[in-house]
């Protein structure tokens, strides 16, 4: 069983940062790709960043430039550091770990959801 523990939402001003961090914790297997995704309301679920099992990152068009993600395999914790943060990034931020196993079969995990809300 894999649980993802997400830490550092919160209420911030626009132009102000905040740093996301999720643990995973259990059996995973060597081959893990990790990733970060939103959900503002009324709109759908979406990709905000996500980096592979070799180190392959990928942003939405929105937050590039100003987001960062980053990983440390050895504790299987993944961070998105949020810099320049505006408005429209408030939403419920999830984190979710893909983890491959034998022939490639996947094995999705999500964390619980933490908010983030930028005021203006």
């Known amino acids: 069983q894999v649980h993802l523990v997400e830490s550092g939402g919160g209420l911030v001003q626009a132009g102000g940062s905040l740093r996301l961090s999720c643990a995973a914790s259990?059996?995973?297997?060597?081959?893990?790709?990790m990733g970060w995704y939103r959900r503002a309301p009324g709109k759908e679920h979406e990709l905000v960043a996500t980096i592979s099992h070799s180190g392959v990152i990928n942003y939405d068009d929105s937050v590039k430039g100003r987001f960062s993600i980053s990983r440390d395999d050895a504790s299987h914790t993944v961070y998105l550091q949020m810099n320049s943060l505006r408005p429209e990034d408030t939403a419920v931020y999830y984190c979710n770990v893909r983890s491959y196993g034998i022939n490639w079969s996947q094995y999705d995990y999500w964390g619980q959801g933490t908010q983030v809300t930028v005021s203006s």
């Open positions: 259990g059996t995973l297997f060597s081959k893990n790709d």
